[in-house]
């Protein structure tokens, strides 16, 4: 059943959608750039920067399903639309979760660098992106299956949702360990060297990694931070709700999609010629030498 006028949520939802659009359009123009870059020989298609285009990738088809799903896809509040249902929630489910578990892969190539002295070979590399893309659409599928009568099974789709939630918030947990147990191999080996773990010959390596898995940590503990505190997501929210209910949804709309934008600013910032190439892709350099001057 449609749920009756709700200006207060339907405020906060416009300020969402603006919101995931924005972080929608940074997410192309950091795929674009890597694209770019990659033509004018100013980035090489490394390990890392291959796993970085696959997270983010996986991340604008989460932004797309997001926008999707709390609009016509969202079984909770709109008519009977299976179709739309099974589009949005394909989307969410396969890029939240190919988002989470590319940036964890980004960390554990770097713990295989970092203790082995090498990250994953081509062959391995293939080999797990294969595996993992045909895992995640796999997984997808229950999803997209359950979204075409999720109107009539609310609850059950309900319990599965919890599902998705359960899995990337397994995958974030399992991100910090990750990253705490590089930090400790850091320490030991510059220990038994004689040396400060920031002079590791990696360690500027995974100060570029590091921030991508913990931007999606972040993001993801906003957009489940209305259901933990609630029990339900923020499309229930209700009307007649308290200070502290609506300032947890603004936390869902504001944090949630910031995931685009962050990926952005932290491949501009920490990948080599980034920034010089995003200003000639764009056209600007003269206007900023003008402003210079």
């Not at 969202?74 to 929630?89: K, M, Q, Y």
């Not at 933990?228 to 869902?252: H, K, M, R």
Request: proline share 3%; glycine share 8%.
């Amino acid at each position: 059943m449609q749920q009756g006028p709700r200006p207060r949520y339907n405020t906060a939802f416009t300020l969402f959608y603006i919101n995931i659009g924005v972080n929608g359009l940074a997410t192309l123009l950091t795929i674009a750039l890597i694209i770019y870059m990659k033509k004018k020989d100013a980035l090489k298609l490394n390990l890392y920067t291959r796993f970085v285009l696959q997270m983010t990738i996986y991340q604008l088809l989460f932004e797309l399903g997001a926008a999707m799903f709390t609009d016509v896809g969202n079984p909770f509040n709109n008519g009977p639309n299976g179709t739309a249902t099974a589009a949005a929630v394909s989307a969410l489910v396969l890029g939240g979760c190919g988002a989470s578990m590319w940036s964890l892969l980004l960390l554990v190539a770097a713990m295989c660098t970092v203790q082995f002295g090498r990250g994953p070979r081509l062959k391995e590399e293939i080999t797990t992106s294969v595996l993992v893309n045909v895992c995640l659409v796999g997984f997808t599928i229950p999803f997209t299956l359950a979204g075409l009568v999720a109107y009539d099974h609310r609850a059950e789709f309900g319990e599965m949702m919890k599902l998705y939630s359960h899995v990337r918030n397994a995958t974030i947990i399992i991100s910090l360990l990750v990253l705490l147990r590089i930090y400790y191999i850091l320490r030991q080996t510059s220990n038994q060297d004689g040396h400060k773990s920031n002079n590791h010959p990696l360690y500027h390596l995974l100060q570029r990694l590091v921030w991508y898995p913990v931007i999606q940590g972040i993001t993801r503990f906003c957009g489940s931070f209305y259901t933990l505190v609630y029990g339900q997501i923020a499309n229930s929210y209700p009307e007649n709700a308290g200070t502290f209910q609506t300032i947890c949804l603004y936390i869902v709309v504001v944090g949630m999609p910031l995931a685009g934008i962050g990926s952005f600013l932290v491949f501009v910032s920490q990948q080599y010629g980034a920034r010089d190439s995003l200003i000639t892709m764009l056209g600007l350099q003269n206007i900023i030498k003008l402003y210079i001057i």
